[in-house]
Each structure stands twice: as C-alpha cells, then as structure tokens.
C-alpha cells in the first residue's frame, strides 16, 4: 500500500505571499490532519479533515486555512505569509474513527520564507 | 489528554536493547499510549500502542506497568538507523464519531545508537 505523498517536498516564498501545499492519504484512510514542525515549538496540531469537514482544529491563526476533497486528499494554505512560517509542513492520515488507531506520516514540505 | 515525562536523550550500543522509559503518571483508563519516532528531517513513524496489556509488533516491544502510570518501548536489538527521536504519547479513546485527530507531541527522547 503506498504511503502518505505530499507535494512540493521543498518550497521557498516571500513575505506577504500564500502557498498551498497538498497531501494524498493513504488509500481507505478519511482522516488527514496537518502539522507544524519548528525547532523553537516542536510539532504542533494545525488541523484535522475528516469526510471533508474540519473537525478539529489547533491554535492557529486564520491565515492559516484548509480543505479536503470527495477522495480524501487534502490541501493547506497559508495567506500573507511571514518569515515565522518557516517550518517543515507534516500531514498524517488515519482511518479517522474507531476507539484506537494509528497515525501515519508523510516526508513533510519544507517551506522557506524569506 | 495526560501529560508524558521522558529523558530528554539516550545512548544505546548497537545490537543491544534500547528501553526507552515514559512516565506518564497522570494517565486516565481510557487513555492510550502511542510511541512515535522521528529520524532527521523525516516525517513521524508511527512504532506501537497500547492499552493495557503488553505489545509486540515487528518494530517494538511496548511494556506497561500495572498501575499504567509508566511505560517502556523496548527496540530488541538496535541497529544504526534506529537513531531517531522517540516520542511518547497519551491519548484518550473515544466513540467512533469524536475527534481524535491531533497528537500532543513533547519533546521526547533522543537516541543516539552507537557502533
């Protein structure tokens, strides 16, 4: 089964412009939830898709956004961009319900913002 | 969701066992225990979980105490690449239809698996 894609894998941006990036789960999985790794914070839940309905969503501000299609895969944007959005971009998918189950990865995208 | 205590780095011979330790003392009974690891610059690799009872899989090992309020992710025999960050994570189980996307990550345990 193949894993987590998401592309660009490397990404460099100016102040003030948006990116998007995208995620492919998992096939069979309907959750995707996106993080935020930075070395100052550590990884950090930005929000979670779930049958195309955000269904949670971490403190983050509104520049901020996402989405998620009828197969599942999702992307994020983020608006008016800032030299702090530097980070490695991680989404995880996961079957999304049941009482237990596992998280999976994808590489991530790295997003420079000069 | 509890709160996970663990040593902030290790070191481990190669072909030796890695026991890596959390102490997650605050851990309610419908809380699971997730082990993650994460190499350099890679995505987080999901390793095991667990409830109550003791788990193995192909990766790992994943002991839990009796009272649950610790626990140990056992490599058996580490190798090289298993140098990595290992992050421990409590989780609360919930029905079917609730929310449990997220995961609290902490800082977690750096290994370093030495020749």
């Known amino acids: 089964k193949a894993g987590v894609t998401q592309t660009p894998r490397y990404l460099i941006k100016t102040r003030g412009q948006q990116v998007t990036l995208s995620c492919s789960p998992i096939s069979g999985h309907r959750s995707v939830s996106w993080y935020q790794q930075t070395p100052g914070q550590g990884l950090q839940f930005l929000f979670e898709y779930f049958s195309e309905t955000q269904r949670n969503k971490g403190n983050f501000p509104g520049r901020f956004s996402g989405r998620q299609f009828s197969n599942s895969r999702s992307e994020m944007n983020v608006s008016t961009l800032e030299l702090g959005d530097s980070a490695l971009y991680l989404c995880?998918?996961?079957?999304?319900?049941?009482?237990?189950?596992?998280?999976?990865f994808g590489p991530g995208t790295r997003l420079t913002v000069t | 969701d509890a709160k996970t205590t663990q040593p902030p780095s290790m070191d481990c011979a190669e072909g030796r066992a890695a026991n890596l330790p959390c102490n997650h003392s605050t851990i309610s009974g419908n809380e699971y225990v997730y082990w993650y690891r994460q190499i350099h610059s890679q995505g987080p690799q999901y390793i095991i979980h667990?409830?109550?009872n003791n788990e193995t899989n192909e990766m790992a090992s994943l002991i839990i105490t009796e009272d649950r309020k610790s626990s140990t992710l056992i490599l058996p025999h580490a190798t090289l690449r298993d140098t990595a960050v290992y992050y421990c994570i409590v989780r609360v189980g919930l029905r079917r239809w609730e929310s449990q996307g997220n995961l609290i990550f902490g800082k977690g345990t750096k290994l370093s698996v030495k020749p």
């Open positions: 995880a998918s996961s079957l999304g319900q049941g009482e237990s189950y596992e998280q999976y």
């Open positions: 667990g409830l109550k």
